[in-house]
Nanobody, 125 residues
Framework: QLQLVESGGRLVQAGDSLRLSCVAS????????RGWFRQAPGKEREFVAA????????YYTNSLKGRFVISRDKVKNAVYLQMNSLKREDTAVYYC??????????????????WGQGTQVSVSS
């Protein structure tokens, strides 16, 4: 088993920056990739970014590339999402996820076996 705990979500103003954290415990040595997804009110959950745990290679959804940055700290078993120039449309619950294998695309929820409880990010204008 692997447990994920997100933190860092809060209410911010448009244009602000925010960093989300996700710390893993348990079966961390088997991690293949970690990802961030988000779900806005009334919308489906969508892929935000992913990082391959071993290589550090990163992937982003096109619309967020350049504003969001995913990184990892292997010693702390943590993954971070740095969000810059936040917009109202970034308001969502942000979820951290972990995959133990690369059986599916890194943009697909199907790849990730473990999920955090989510952290709320609200951006006001």
């Amino acid at each position: 088993q692997l447990q994920l705990v997100e933190s860092g979500g809060r209410l911010v103003q448009a244009g602000d920056s925010l960093r989300l954290s996700c710390v893993a415990s348990g079966r961390v040595s088997s991690t293949y990739a970690r990802g961030w997804f988000r779900q806005a009110p009334g919308k489906e959950r969508e892929f935000v970014a992913a990082i391959m745990w071993s290589s550090g290679n990163t992937y982003y959804t096109n619309s967020l590339k350049g504003r969001f940055v995913i990184s990892r700290d292997k010693v702390k078993n943590a993954v971070y999402l740095q969000m810059n120039s936040l917009k109202r449309e970034d308001t969502a619950v942000y979820y951290c996820a972990a995959a133990l294998s690369g059986a599916y695309s890194h943009t697909s929820e199907r790849m990730y076996e473990y999920w955090g409880q989510g952290t709320q990010v609200s951006v006001s204008s």
